[in-house]
């Protein structure tokens, strides 16, 4: 099954190629990546675009992640009926690095939150209203997205875990393993892409929703 691993990993990363930020930016004659924070996600593009950019840029960040795990979801589930929800799970994860490490925008997209989240509706949808509550009394409070984005991937973690010993996710033995362990690297790639703004948290001066930007 490590072939099915692989291919499961580059039909995702094929499918986070698409930066529909960078994409729609570019249909305005702007460079998302050049503007802003730098960043080539939802909040940048709602920070530099305005709304439309910004929910365009979310849900083709979120579908591209939910339609990479039902391709491979339907290539596999035949194959491997046990182990296919590994493999939507790895489909996912490859979108996340296909959105944060495209190519030939030498490697330089996006944080990897919006596919997440499609990531967790296609693959773990018991989980998505939690992570959703959390994100958006995060934001609502704080106005801190980058708050929310934190919470809905350390959140998802702990939810799998719990769903997984409770026998929600299906999977046993090392097979339930290995899906803690891809799902863990969602979350040590989300923290590690919003390092900056989680040292910006603790310092008190990170960008608010709706403020003007303080680049750093």
Known sequence: ??????????????????????????????????????????TNSLRVLGKKAGAITFLGDLFKA???????KLIFQN??????KVLELYAGFGTVLGHNFP????FKGGKGIACTSGMILAVLPIS??????LFIAAVAITRYVSLGSILVVC????????????????????????FYIISACFTGMALW????????????????????????
Request: charged share 20%.
């Open 155 to 178: 959140s998802y973690l702990i939810q799998v875990i719990i769903f997984g010993q409770l026998g929600y996710i299906h999977l046993s033995g090392a097979s339930l393993v290995e």
């Open 1 to 42: 099954m490590i072939i099915a691993r692989i291919i499961s990993l580059v039909i995702g990363y094929a499918f986070g190629l698409f930066q529909t930020g960078y994409i729609y930016g570019r249909t305005k004659g702007i460079d998302i990546r050049k503007e802003g924070s730098g960043n080539a996600g939802t």
């Open 66 to 72: 939910i339609f990479s795990v039902l391709l491979v």
């Open 193 to 216: 892409k919003h390092k900056d703004n989680i040292k910006r948290l603790l310092n008190g001066t990170e960008n608010k929703l709706g403020a003007k930007k303080k680049e750093v």
């Open 128 to 133: 998505a209203p939690v992570s959703l509550v």
């Open 79 to 84: 194959t491997y009926p046990d182990f296919v």
């Open 103 to 106: 190519f030939y925008l030498q």
